[in-house]
């Protein structure tokens, strides 16, 4: 097992500073969204290009949910 080194590779540039970056920053800012569920999904940048909207990616999504009942014979009721 390698000891670690006292000093940390620090890479942020010395340009940037901590206290202007995280001014007016805000905790727990989604916690809320997050505690209802909310869902983030990212895409493939290929799938991205294919849809036009997030409407375009929730239609496409219930249509494959329907063909997957008819194909499992759930969806039918004779």
């Not at 505690?35 to 990616?57: C, I, M, Q, W, Y």
């Amino acid at each position: 097992m390698k000891k670690r080194s006292d000093k940390t590779a620090d890479e942020l540039r010395p340009e940037y500073d901590l206290r202007e970056l995280l001014k007016g920053g805000v905790r727990g800012k989604y916690a809320n969204l997050y505690h209802a569920g909310t869902n983030l999904v990212l895409l493939d940048p290929e799938v991205r290009k294919a849809f036009s909207s997030e409407r375009a990616v929730n239609d496409a999504l219930r249509l494959v949910i329907e063909l997957r009942k008819i194909g499992s014979g759930t969806g039918r009721s004779n």
